[in-house]
Each structure stands twice: as structure tokens, then as C-alpha cells.
């Protein structure tokens, strides 16, 4: 079966330095999404992205973060300057249609700042 | 934003009995979404429902829009099924942006 795979499985840095976490979704979806767990934590959601472009994006989405899809298979997440409230658990997720169709996740990339 | 609240917190079972995990949501919404990870492990999408009753091997899920309730059942629960069950509702207008509920720890013991 298909499937979203993330890269790294885990990420340690320095605060203050940058980030990238790595996806490749599904070759065949249109529609991806970057969700994230804070250790002990709901899962939250951070953007959709659609056509290269931001389609929603929460509160937590500042201006430290971005997206991309570079070369039409990667979909990255940038983090800039990374603060220790940035360590957790991130998912990127992707599905072919819009509507009425289940996830696809990845298994995620754990971010720790130190 | 779209209150998402799920009961119980925490289950523990034993091999083969029924279980029930219940999601209530504040605002009206097109689809939910049920979602099951396992300890360490990622994200699985289990069903996203609209309306009525959904059915994949021994998960069923319900769902009723005019009381904005959800229920996820196991039927013939096995140890292999312990894992953090999570109900999610998406903002008004939008299928994915999701509030997730905190989660329910589901424990079946052999």
C-alpha cells in the first residue's frame, strides 16, 4: 500500500538554528497538511497546502514557518529559528481529494530543541 | 474553533469484551474523523464519516450531526488494539483543519 514517508524520524537541533522536515507524499495527492503533538499534548494542526499554495494555516503557522514542494514529490517544513517550544512530534499528512477521503499520515519526525 | 471533547480518558479492558469511545463537538460540521496511534508509533486515519454508521473489520463508527455526537466501537476487543483513539472535528467550512480531542487510551488486556 501507498504510503506518506517522513524524513528525519527524529531532528535534534540548537535553538535558534533552522530546520527542515521532509515528506514525500503519495505520489498521486494533491492536498497536504503539516500537524504537530507537543509531548502529553492534542494534535494540532498547522497548514494545508494545495496547487503551491498555503491554503489554511493556524494561529501557531507564524512567520517562522514555512512550506514548499520543491520538486514536485518533497513537501517540506521550514522552521527558521527554532525555539525550544518547537520540540514535538510532527506529522505531515496527504490525500488526493478535497473532500470525504481519510488521511494519509506519516509516521512522523520527532523535533527536539535544545 | 470546534470544541472537541472525548470520554473516556482512559479504558482498560479485557480480550473480547465491547468497547465504546465517545467524541462530542460544539459547532456543526461536514465530516469527522476518528483516528487511532499506537504508542510510539504514527497516525492512522480509521474513518472519516458524515452521516450514520460506518463499519471497517471490528471498528464501527457512528455519528449523529444534529446532536453533534460520535462513537467508535470495537467489537471482540484484542490486546493488539491498545492504542490512543482520537476524535477530531474540522473548523466550519473546512475538512482538514482539524481540532483534535485529547484522546482516549484504550488498554485490552489478554
Known amino acids: 500500500e501507498p504510503e506518506v514517508t517522513q524524513t528525519p524520524s527524529h531532528q535534534v537541533t540548537q535553538m535558534g538554528q533552522e530546520v527542515i522536515l521532509r515528506c514525500v507524499p503519495i505520489s498521486n495527492h494533491l492536498y497536504f497538511y503539516w500537524y504537530r503533538q507537543i509531548l502529553g499534548q492534542k494534535v494540532e494542526f498547522l497548514v494545508s497546502f494545495y496547487n503551491n499554495e498555503i491554503s489554511e494555516k493556524s494561529e501557531i503557522f507564524d512567520d517562522q514557518f514555512s512550506v514548499e514542494r520543491p520538486d514536485g514529490s518533497n513537501f517540506t517544513l521550514k522552521i527558521r529559528s527554532t525555539k525550544l517550544e518547537d520540540s514535538a512530534m510532527y506529522f505531515c499528512?496527504?490525500?488526493?481529494?478535497?473532500?470525504?477521503?481519510?488521511?494519509?499520515f506519516g509516521s512522523g519526525t520527532q523535533l527536539s530543541v535544545l | 474553533k470546534n470544541e472537541v471533547e472525548q470520554s473516556p480518558q482512559n479504558l482498560t479492558a479485557q480480550e473480547g469484551e465491547f468497547i465504546t469511545i465517545n467524541c462530542s463537538y460544539s459547532?456543526?460540521?461536514?465530516?469527522l474523523h476518528w483516528l487511532q496511534q499506537h504508542p510510539g508509533g504514527g497516525i492512522v486515519s480509521l474513518f472519516m464519516?458524515?452521516?450514520g454508521k460506518k463499519k471497517h473489520g471490528r471498528l464501527i463508527a457512528t455519528i449523529n450531526i444534529q446532536e453533534k455526537h460520535s462513537s467508535l466501537h470495537i467489537t471482540a476487543s484484542h490486546p493488539r488494539d491498545s492504542a490512543v483513539y482520537t476524535c477530531a472535528a474540522p473548523k466550519l467550512g473546512s475538512n482538514y483543519k482539524l481540532t483534535f480531542g485529547k484522546g482516549t487510551l484504550l488498554t485490552v488486556n489478554p
Open positions: 464519516l458524515s452521516s
Open positions: 499528512a496527504s490525500i488526493q481529494q478535497a473532500y470525504n477521503e481519510k488521511l494519509f
Open positions: 459547532v456543526g460540521i461536514s465530516a
